[in-house]
């Protein structure tokens, strides 16, 4: 059965868990993170990447810094954020 994470080509589409992934795709992730210490260290800590993206952060347990922690973290990949706690 297919990961419901990658597309046809294997490609992530969406990250909700690493179980099932394939080694590559934990390699990209992991470089693509280490590119972004780069930019903790710049005065401008926001990238493009996310323009025009929504990420939406469902929460199941109250934690204001895990909600703040995520928040900041989509907005300075420059994404609209919403938040749900249930």
Do not use: C, W, Y
């Amino acid at each position: 059965m297919r990961n419901p994470q990658l597309n046809a080509n294997g490609e992530l589409t969406h990250l909700l868990s690493i179980e099932g992934l394939p080694r590559a795709v934990l390699t990209q992730i992991l470089d693509t993170a280490s590119s972004f210490i780069e930019v903790s260290d710049r005065d401008v800590k926001k990238v493009p990447l996310l323009r025009g993206k929504s990420v939406f952060n469902v929460f199941f347990e109250n934690s204001t810094r895990t909600r703040t922690t995520f928040e900041i973290a989509a907005k300075r990949l420059s994404a609209d954020v919403i938040n749900l706690d249930v």
